[in-house]
């Protein structure tokens, strides 16, 4: 058996609780079995062997009901930040930015090694700092993809050594400059071309990308028109197309998810209404 499996982690928890306080190593198995919410210690080390992610067994070996928990234990977040801190120096350097700290923490996967007892979360997060409000911008953020790498040692959490590995990351500036590239490039294209995909449209008159626009190519669009047919405009509805970042920026910018199109806008889609 592995030496960090949870039954072994359990045991020497047991071990440590009969010399504290000078028990039979039997009687402190089934103070702690119990204290966990098992009948006894053959149903716990049943529970091991068959589920060893049980919630209770958890708990009693881990500190926690479920593996992504670790991150945000004991000295674990703020080691995370200040391993960031470090990494990041040069990137965060060319912002006007200060105060760094994680924001949208997002654990992907959690894989539990029982040989060596390493946590591995794959996550996902944005690193946020406060923009100097006096200094041009350049970038205020960092969203990153990350390995993180855990122990659990004298029961506690710890970060281990050389235990983040950025796999992927870009800047908010960096993601801005994507965005009007690709802005351009769709405008460059509509003009070459006589007619567009309404995605396109809705791309160059919204100021969003393509992919975004395709998101929102099918809201409900009704016409606003005079009683004998003349169209004065159209409103369309991003309900319940719009989510997420999309919807927020929408609602930044337009203060609705209602927009009013201009008369002409579907001259030159591929469309008919």
Same mark, same amino acid.
């Given at each position: 058996?592995?030496?960090?499996?949870?039954?072994?982690?359990?045991?020497?928890?047991?071990?440590?609780?009969?010399?504290?306080?000078?028990?039979?190593?039997?009687?402190?198995?089934?103070?702690?079995?119990?204290?966990?919410?098992?009948?006894?210690?053959?149903?716990?080390?049943?529970?091991?062997?068959?589920?060893?992610?049980?919630?209770?067994?958890? !708990?009693? !070996?881990?500190?926690?009901?479920?593996?992504?928990?670790?991150?945000?234990?004991?000295?674990?977040?703020?080691?995370?930040?200040?391993?960031?801190?470090?990494?990041l120096?040069?990137?965060?350097?060319?912002?006007?930015?200060?105060?760094?700290?994680?924001?949208?923490?997002?654990?992907?996967?959690?894989?539990?090694?029982?040989?060596?007892?390493?946590?591995?979360?794959?996550?996902?997060?944005?690193?946020?700092?406060?923009?100097?409000?006096?200094?041009?911008?350049?970038?205020?953020?960092?969203?990153?993809?990350?390995?993180?790498?855990?122990?659990?040692?004298?029961?506690?959490?710890?970060?281990?050594?050389?235990?983040?590995?950025?796999a992927?990351?870009?800047?908010?500036?960096?993601?801005?400059?994507?965005?009007?590239?690709?802005?351009?490039?769709?405008?460059?294209?509509?003009?070459?071309?006589?007619?567009?995909?309404?995605?396109?449209?809705?791309?160059?008159e919204?100021?969003?990308t393509?992919?975004?626009?395709?998101?929102?190519?099918?809201?409900e669009?009704?016409?606003?028109?005079s009683?004998?047919?003349?169209?004065?405009?159209?409103?369309?509805?991003?309900?319940?197309?719009?989510e997420?970042?999309?919807?927020?920026?929408?609602?930044?910018?337009?203060?609705?998810?209602?927009?009013?199109?201009?008369?002409?806008?579907?001259?030159?889609?591929?469309?008919?209404?």
């Amino acid at each position: 058996m592995s030496d960090f499996s949870p039954l072994n982690i359990f045991k020497s928890q047991a071990k440590q609780l009969a010399r504290d306080q000078g028990l039979k190593l039997s009687v402190a198995q089934e103070t702690l079995v119990q204290k966990a919410g098992f009948a006894d210690y053959h149903e716990f080390s049943v529970v091991a062997q068959r589920n060893p992610r049980d919630p209770r067994l958890m !708990v009693a !070996v881990f500190g926690i009901k479920d593996f992504p928990q670790a991150i945000h234990e004991d000295d674990v977040y703020a080691d995370l930040e200040q391993e960031l801190e470090e990494q990041l120096s040069d990137a965060i350097a060319e912002t006007n930015a200060s105060g760094f700290t994680i924001d949208a923490l997002t654990i992907n996967t959690a894989d539990y090694t029982d040989s060596t007892g390493m946590l591995s979360l794959g996550v996902s997060l944005t690193y946020q700092g406060q923009q100097d409000q006096e200094r041009v911008y350049h970038g205020a953020a960092f969203f990153l993809t990350a390995t993180v790498e855990l122990l659990r040692r004298d029961s506690k959490w710890q970060l281990a050594e050389d235990g983040v590995s950025i796999a992927d990351g870009e800047s908010d500036a960096d993601r801005d400059r994507r965005s009007e590239q690709e802005y351009w490039a769709t405008v460059e294209e509509a003009r070459s071309s006589n007619r567009m995909s309404m995605a396109q449209a809705l791309a160059i008159e919204l100021g969003i990308t393509v992919d975004n626009a395709e998101l929102l190519a099918g809201s409900e669009i009704t016409t606003n028109e005079s009683d004998d047919g003349l169209v004065y405009s159209y409103w369309i509805n991003f309900e319940p197309e719009a989510e997420g970042e999309l919807r927020a920026d929408l609602l930044a910018r337009f203060g609705s998810l209602e927009y009013e199109l201009h008369a002409n806008f579907f001259d030159d889609i591929e469309h008919d209404f």
